[in-house]
């Protein structure tokens, strides 16, 4: 595995699971990573995690969000429906840390008896018919029959599969994210207030916590590291004063930090030979699907290994089985992002669109719920 965030810790276990000899390759040492303060996972992410065996340990380290409410900026409630599962579904989203959720992870892989070497970046590597070497940055080299590229929406691997893949690009919007003591009774709620700026979304952890993210829609790519906690308050204020948001970055009492939110172009290419994108690498997704994607993709990548007859036609298996569920998202993707950007006119068209699909979302996203990998290994297996 070549990166050890969700993507390569899930690919890992399941790996472990069936029997595999694997070795994680990790570039930093530290789980905390700059991707998303605290990342929500959805019913379909949550039931993958169980085929890990880490369900109730991502639980007790997270709490449960049952349902989300999206209101104007002025208040006005749009809609409230269930997050990320069907309405009589008794599995609840899970909201945690992401530092967290790869640290367990990561433990769980070392547990099942996976190697994680970390402080190890890809810089490149040598596919034969029969196996595959990875070249890191500190001269280490290692052979395997296959290579995962679980490294991430800027992945090394993905490059080194076809040089002509595209590449992340600045999507248009960065994020920040914080904690605030602003009282509110609204627990267990996922709140989404369309702002003038983009989207603000804060969530009640308890009657005094509340965990937040502010979506800033800005086309030019903003450096992000000169800006330090005071100066951002400041700047938040300015770019959500309507009420909800005021209110809630008025009681912040700590910062997460920044990150630039990443697109990229439908990636055609997912494996060579000896060689797969796994996660943020092969699909960023957004949604708050990414990290329930990379799981399910292990699971997969895990069970097309089992029945296939080469390492080769698994990738192909793997391809067929998960471009379909992975396509439709991005389309699903594509129109939740652009439903926070700004502009008046807009704005409120966007708001009478948001009125008339809220009470079909369960219609809309029940798919993605629906998916179970477990049964698409079986599937493959049949
Ligand atoms: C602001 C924000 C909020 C988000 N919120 C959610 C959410 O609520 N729910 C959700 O499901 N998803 C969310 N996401 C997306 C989610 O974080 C990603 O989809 C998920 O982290 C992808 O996991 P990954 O393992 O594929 O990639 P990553 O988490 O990026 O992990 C890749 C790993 O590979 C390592 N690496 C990179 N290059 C190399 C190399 N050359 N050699 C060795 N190691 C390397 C990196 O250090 C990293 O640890 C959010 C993302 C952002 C930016």
Not at 179 to 190: E, I, K, Y
Request: net charge neutral; proline share 5%.
């Amino acid at each position: 595995m070549i990166g050890g965030g969700i993507a390569g810790a899930a690919a890992a276990l399941a790996l472990r699971q069936e029997g595999h000899d694997v070795t994680v390759y990790e570039a930093h040492e530290d789980p905390e990573g700059d991707v998303g303060a605290y990342i929500s996972l959805a019913v379909n992410g949550m039931r993958a995690l169980e085929k890990l065996g880490c369900l109730a340990e991502v639980q007790s380290a997270g709490f449960g969000v049952p349902r989300m409410r999206f209101s104007t900026a002025g208040g006005r409630r749009l809609g409230d429906v269930p997050r990320h599962r069907r309405e009589a579904d008794p599995m609840h989203s899970v909201t945690l840390m992401r530092g967290r959720l790869v640290s367990i992870m990561r433990r769980a892989a070392r547990a099942a008896g996976a190697q994680v070497i970390t402080g190890e970046r890809l810089l490149g590597m040598t596919e034969t018919v029969d196996d595959v070497t990875a070249e890191f940055s500190s001269g280490r080299r290692d052979t395997a029959e296959l290579l995962v590229g679980a490294d991430g929406v800027h992945s090394t691997v993905r490059k080194l599969i076809d040089p002509s893949a595209p590449r992340a690009r600045y999507s248009g919007f960065y994020a920040v994210a914080g904690v605030s003591s602003t009282p509110s009774a609204d627990g267990g709620v996922w709140n989404l207030t369309y702002g003038r700026n983009g989207a603000f979304i804060n969530i009640t952890l308890d009657e005094r916590t509340q965990w937040w993210t502010a979506q800033v829609a800005d086309p030019v790519r903003p450096d992000l590291r000169s800006i330090d906690d005071d100066a951002w308050k400041q700047r938040l204020r300015q770019l959500y004063p309507e009420t909800v948001p005021s209110e809630v970055l008025a009681g912040t009492t700590r910062l997460f930090g920044s990150t630039l939110m990443h697109v990229c172009d439908p990636i055609r290419t997912w494996h060579s030979t000896r060689a797969v994108l796994t996660g943020d690498a092969a699909h960023p997704v957004g949604v708050a699907q990414g990290a329930a994607m990379a799981v399910e993709d292990a699971l997969v990548v895990a069970a097309a290994l089992r029945v296939a007859p080469t390492i080769h036609a698994a990738l192909e298996i793997y391809d067929v089985e998960r471009r379909p569920r992975i396509s439709k998202l991005l389309k699903h993707a594509d129109d939740s992002r652009d439903s926070k950007r700004p502009g008046p006119v807009k704005r409120r068209l966007d708001v009478v669109k948001m009125r008339l699909m809220l009470p079909f979302y369960e219609r809309a996203t029940g798919y993605l719920y629906d998916y179970d990998a477990a049964v698409s290994g079986e599937r493959i297996s049949a």
